[in-house]
């Protein structure tokens, strides 16, 4: 998405007693999560399972990992991943930012060496992002909603930028479909607060049928 497309919303302010009060859609939105992360466990547990063979085989070390992330409010919660970087790679990190490519509170590298093979398949691929339906089937996470924020990244964010903790952050979201880490973190920023001001479930359905077109022709992740 090109950033003229963004101006319209450079400046979202979001009602959040409005937001809050959507207890309907909140409901099911949640009954929705639920099922569907239920379901996706069950029946992607034959790829879980070699998508696992191939990260021990590759280096023997563990297959999962989890990160300390902040969700609705400001909440912490571990959010899960397949390991998709060196087991040091949070060691590591301090020496590449210096190389890091987008402006403001995230880090992205496009040839981050902390990545192994296997990484950069599940990675371009999104498979690496898939148990976080153990978080939705838990309620730390919805299927679409903002990117869950590490907290280093909140401690940088201005009262505007913060305004993307009003709702459960999301497996998939507008801004993972329109472009991920092509988009800077501005215009992120901008993609979720347009999300969470016109969302509804049919929105939520076609952010998902993006997303699964995404997973089957990758976009900029990496």
Known sequence: ??????????TIHLDRDRIDHRYIYRSLKRIVDFFFSLGGLILLLPLFLIVALLIKLEDHGAIFY????????????YMYKFRSMCMDAEEKLAELKKYNEVEGAMFKMKHDPRVTRI???IRKTSIDELPQLCNVLMGHMSLVGPRPPLPNEVAQYSDYDKQRLYVTPGCTGLWQVSGRNEVGFNEMV????????????????????????IMIVPNGAY
């Open 1 to 10: 998405m090109q950033r003229g497309q963004l101006d319209e919303y450079q």
């Open 66 to 77: 989890k990160q300390k992330r902040l969700g609705r409010g400001g909440k912490v919660f």
């Open 119 to 121: 990484g950069r398949f």
């Open 190 to 213: 901008t993609l979720d607060l347009k999300y969470i001001q016109k969302s509804n479930l049919l929105y939520d359905f076609a952010i998902i049928l993006k997303t699964i077109k």
